[in-house]
């Protein structure tokens, strides 16, 4: 179990440092290797990873593939805080954010194994279809077009990727996606970034209230079907 942990910790870094390196990626290399390890074995190594990961992918989110100041407020908002010279202040409220949040996940264990035994796929599809609804008609005029436009391509896409004969169809996908389009972004970026002093300009009863939500969304992305974090904290903003 010692040795799992160390690799875990080591695989979790490892992700959460390079850019566009995801945990599932790096657990769809180890299980092709065929390690001689048990299944236990494996799925704790892949926990550990992806806790680990958890508190580190924010260095290479905030400071990698920063946009052009031209176009800050269309980009992401670690980049728009990096192009104010607040990147280190991102950097600490989602190790702290992470910290809490772990914190809380455990506390709540009881209450996600009441929950979690309810849970049905056809539950799952149909509150998938009712975020995908919601994501959809937030977005203002022609843009709920757009939005459903390319919502019905990535089905299709997933749809048309799962047909091929390859071992791990969606691993080429992912990495087509995102991690080829922000190295190309990065290309050109000459932007210099200033860290900042790190200080978090939130409140810390603001810090706990909304780590606790962002453990709640969590939840739901744990038990709902091709549900994301990056989705949960686009539904949590428009509660926020």
């Known amino acids: 179990m010692l040795r799992e942990l160390i690799l875990g910790m080591l695989g979790g870094t490892l992700t959460g440092l390079t850019p566009s390196l995801h945990v599932n990626t790096l657990a769809s290399i180890v299980n092709n290797i065929e390690l001689p390890i048990s299944d236990f074995s ?50 600490n409220l989602s190790l702290k954010a992470s910290l809490l949040a772990a914190i809380f996940s455990i506390a709540l264990i ?17 509150i998938v279809f009712l975020l995908a609804f919601l994501i959809i008609v937030t977005e203002k005029g022609i843009k709920k077009l757009y939005a459903l436009f390319v919502f019905l391509m990535a089905g299709i896409l997933g749809i048309v990727s799962d047909q091929f004969p390859l071992n791990e169809p969606f691993y080429h996908l992912f990495v087509g996606l995102f991690g080829v389009p922000a190295i190309l972004l990065s290309l050109d970026n000459n932007n210099k970034i200033s860290g900042g002093d790190g200080k978090i300009e939130m409140s810390q009863s603001q810090l706990i209230a909304f780590s606790f939500l962002g453990t709640i969304f969590g939840m739901m992305a744990s038990l709902l079907p ?7 904290a686009l539904i949590g903003s428009f509660i926020t």
């Open 42 to 91: 494996f799925v704790l190594l892949v926990y550990v990873m992806g806790l680990t990961h958890t508190f580190l992918d924010a260095f290479p989110s905030t400071f990698f593939g920063v946009p052009d100041e031209s176009v800050a407020l269309s980009a992401l908002p670690a980049h728009r805080l990096a192009l104010q010279g607040k990147g280190l202040e991102v950097i």
């Open 110 to 126: 009881p209450l996600y194994l009441i929950i979690a035994p309810h849970y049905t796929p056809q539950i799952g599809r149909a």
């Open 226 to 232: 091709t549900f994301t974090s990056s989705q949960a």
